[in-house]
Structure formats: structure tokens, C-alpha cells
Nanobody, 121 residues
């Protein structure tokens, strides 16, 4: 069982940056593929980025976002830059035992509670 706790969300102005963190419990964090998703009100949850155990990454938008992990700290990060109002959503961290990253929501076994990101002036 893996427990995930996101942090780092908040209110930011358009054009600003945020770094989200996801702290994972469990001794086998390094073996999991980790993902970030987001869900805006009235919309489906959508893929943002993923990173495998050996740091192979996949992005929905590689220009503005950067995912990384620190296996020694059991933490995965999402750096978001040039934020836009349409980036406003609850951001979720997810984990899967598969070794290949996937953008599918159904591909992940564990989910955090989410952290709110609001982009507004």
C-alpha cells in the first residue's frame, strides 16, 4: 500500500510558477512510476506528466512543466511555469507499479487527495 500526500498548491498570478510536491510512504517508492494529473471543475481528470523509476519522463505539455523525483526522499515534484488561468485545477499525484509510464487515469493504482492550484490575477 502506498500513501501519497501532495503539497505546494495555492494562488498564483498568470505567468507565475509553482512547484508541487508529492510525498510517498513505503520502502519501495523507487520502483513505482509516478504521475501528475489534474481535474478542473466539470471536467475529466487529465494527464499532466509522469516519470518512471529510472526517470524517463512523459508530458502532456513539456514546454511549461517539468517532473522530477528524489527517491532518497520518497518525493516526486512538478515544476509548473508560465501558468495560465486554464491551468486552474486540483492536481493529483498517482503511483503505479508498472515500469512504463502511461497517461491513462486507469493505469495508476494509488492516488493522493489533491492540491488546489488557482491561477488568477
Amino acid at each position: 500500500q502506498v500513501q501519497l500526500v501532495e503539497s505546494g498548491g495555492g494562488l498564483v498570478q498568470p505567468g507565475g510558477s509553482l512547484r508541487l510536491s508529492c510525498a510517498a510512504s513505503g520502502p519501495t517508492f523507487g520502483r513505482y512510476t509516478m504521475g501528475w494529473f489534474r481535474q478542473a471543475p466539470g471536467k475529466e481528470r487529465e494527464f499532466v506528466a509522469a516519470i518512471t523509476w529510472d526517470s524517463i519522463t512523459k508530458y502532456a505539455d513539456s514546454v511549461r512543466n517539468y517532473i522530477s523525483r528524489d527517491n532518497a526522499k520518497n518525493t516526486v515534484y512538478l515544476q509548473m511555469n508560465s501558468l495560465k488561468p486554464e491551468d486552474t485545477a486540483v492536481y493529483y499525484c498517482a503511483a503505479t507499479k508498472t515500469t512504463v509510464s502511461t497517461p491513462r487515469v486507469t493505469g495508476y493504482d494509488y492516488w493522493g487527495q489533491g492540491t488546489q492550484v488557482t491561477v488568477s490575477s
